[in-house]
């Protein structure tokens, strides 16, 4: 087995002389989720359907689930599984005329595909709405019905592209953890496009961050918070703002970078984690009791709009497109 | 996995089997594609041959002024039969006949123009680019899914115009009048062959736009005077031999395949997903 389900190698796509991705090298472990994440138009989209043998690239090569996505595309494809981000299903069948469908077109006989299809709707609690046309669904139920197709044949390897996008809150919570269950249980791989952070935070081991085509950060949100700064936060809590006092005194701890007021006490920001009891040696030591200590550690949000921060200050984006929301 | 099918090097035609039951399942439940499908064919195979054989019956219209205007050598296998049935067999016999080929045609054009940019505007395109379908094994299911809706319409049409004939006609002709071999190269030979030119023109519009209505509009421009040519040589096919009739089928045959097989090598993956 390979030690990689998806590899590609300086992938490029243009459409009609407009660069749509510039040079992707990724990688995606058997069983692992991996985040794409990016505003609008960073590319995400692409790289999945790239990665799926439904474009080819100008530039680049790729290895996924073992085969050439190009030259073996349709054996590929019977592999993996694909959440488009709009749910993509005709309108004039019923949700279960909708998995039916696909099924046969995945080669599945009417009979297998039929009872695959109702047990499947049955786990997205859509059983009841088998036999309605999809017409009057709302986005929620859409969602779910095309969530359903995607496993249909049971892949090894999934491209979820805005699964909760249009979904309510509890919608939102149910299909999150149902792709976590997927890799927890089932140990698929899923390759997770989305611009929403608190899903991916909830479900990807490592994220890849793109802006306007190019990778600008890959890896867990830790190594790249190592790599994006030098420094930790620690917050104090001394019951109450921290006095000039005991800022100067804090300040003065090595290697302490600086150290600000907050409604609590304090926000140090240090060389290292390990300064913290000298820390609170200095608190004591300025007659201050101290309540809690918390090593901050820098989220998901904050990795992310650091990579973007740092890739406008490059150039490399014009700021239209949509940020991603934190949730 | 359940019950999948091994890869195979020709044609899936399994896969194509389930495309065809897809899209014509989807025309049967689509009223926007199904009243232009049978509108026309039901004025002119059915409504059509109803007034005319009561007219005939009525005695009411005479046509021998109108054939005096036309060449001898056309009309005389008008003027060979009674006047009674001239009518009768210049307007069913003759005169419609161009009109048989306009129903192949427009359904071939209504369905092909749903198929790329229906899916497109459906939505439903990429979700179908993302399935283990060879491109040539879609694009042959989607005129497919043209050819078949169009040459069944014209053959049941035509049954069902020639019953519904040979029956009102019946007090004046006293036989059975149609079909006659002219009209069955016409019906089983020529109309396919303007079936497959029409899809050849409107499946590479459908890949090219977004819309069906663009598909249409757009595919319309171009079927438009290949019609007019077509409608305005029939009524000649069927003065003439059977022998013209088999070599003009045989011609739009050949520009059918032409422009299909350009159309299939035309069609990848790649160009489609671009157009997402």
């Known amino acids: ?70 030259a073996q595309g349709t ?8 959440l488009t981000e709009n749910a993509g299903l005709d309108e004039r069948f019923t949700a279960l005329e909708n998995l039916v469908t696909t099924a046969e077109l995945r080669g599945m006989d009417r009979s297998a595909a039929r009872v695959r299809a109702g047990e499947l709707l049955e786990r997205f609690g859509m059983g009841h709405r088998a036999d309605a046309r999809v017409q009057g669904f709302s986005t929620g139920q859409r969602k779910r019905v095309a969530l359903a197709r995607a496993l249909l044949h049971d892949p090894e390897l999934l491209y979820l592209d805005e699964p909760t996008s249009g979904l309510d ?32 935070g909830k479900l990807a081991s490592r994220m890849a961050v793109l802006f306007q085509g190019r990778l600008h950060a890959f890896g867990t949100p830790d190594q790249l918070a190592a790599d994006l700064w030098s420094d930790t936060e620690v917050r104090l809590d001394v019951g109450g703002p921290a006095s000039t006092e005991l800022l100067v005194a804090l300040a003065a701890v090595e290697p302490v970078v600086q150290a600000v007021p907050t409604d609590d006490g304090a926000l140090v920001r240090v060389r290292s984690a390990d300064v913290t009891p000298s820390l609170v040696r200095a608190c004591v030591a300025a007659g201050v ?8 550690a820098r989220t998901l949000e904050d990795v992310y709009f650091e990579v973007e921060a740092r890739a406008q200050a490059q150039g490399t984006d014009d700021g239209l497109g949509a940020r991603p929301v934190a949730t | 996995m359940s019950a999948t099918v091994p890869r195979r090097e ?95 045609l427009m359904v071939s054009a209504v369905t092909a123009s749903d198929t790329f940019a229906g899916e497109k505007e459906r939505r439903t395109l990429e979700t179908l680019l993302h399935l283990p379908i060879r491109d040539r094994d879609l694009y042959l299911s989607k005129l497919l899914g043209g050819f078949l809706p169009a040459t069944i319409v014209s053959w049941v049409g035509f049954v069902l115009y020639a019953v519904l004939a040979n029956i009102i006609c019946w007090p004046v002709m006293g036989r059975i009048f149609l079909p006659t071999w002219k009209w069955t190269i016409l019906i089983f030979w020529v109309a396919p062959a303007v079936a497959a030119l029409g899809l050849g023109v409107m499946v590479r519009v459908s890949t090219r736009v977004d819309t069906t209505q663009e598909a249409q509009q757009l595919g319309g421009a171009v079927v438009l005077p290949l019609v007019m040519l077509a409608v305005g040589q029939t009524t000649g096919l069927l003065l003439t031999g059977p022998i013209v009739s088999i070599v003009a089928g045989a011609v739009v045959w050949a520009i059918a395949a032409f422009l299909n097989l350009r159309g299939a090598k035309a069609f990848t993956r790649d160009r489609m997903g671009s157009r997402l």
């Open chain 2, 10 to 104: 020709g044609t899936d035609w399994r896969v194509v089997r389930a495309m065809l039951r897809r899209d014509l399942g989807a025309i049967v439940r689509s009223k926007a594609l199904l009243l232009p499908m049978l509108f026309l064919p039901t004025v002119l195979l059915v409504l059509l041959p109803l007034s005319i054989g009561l007219a005939a019956n009525g005695k009411t219209v005479r046509v021998e002024r109108a054939l005096e205007l036309l060449p001898e050598r056309l009309v005389a296998p008008v003027l060979s039969h009674p006047p009674d049935e001239r009518l009768i067999i210049l307007v069913l016999g003759y005169l419609v006949a161009p009109l048989f080929l306009i129903v192949p």
């Open chain 1, 289 to 296: 009791d101290v309540h809690a200590v918390t090593p901050r």
């Open chain 1, 75 to 82: 054996e590929l494809r019977r592999r993996t599984g694909v």
């Open chain 1, 169 to 200: 809150p509890a919608a939102t919570r149910d299909v999150v953890e149902l792709i976590a269950s997927l890799t927890a249980e089932r140990g698929r791989t899923v390759v997770l496009c989305t611009h929403f952070l608190g899903e991916a």
């Open chain 1, 1 to 70: 087995m390979s030690t990689r389900s998806v590899r590609c190698e300086g992938l490029t796509k243009s459409f009609e002389g407009e660069p749509a991705l510039d040079g992707l090298t990724i990688d995606v472990r058997p069983g692992e989720v991996l985040a794409l994440l990016g505003p609008n138009g960073a590319g995400k989209t692409t790289t999945m359907r790239l990665l799926n043998g439904v474009l080819t690239p100008d530039l680049g090569t790729a290895t996924v689930l073992g085969l050439d996505p190009w």
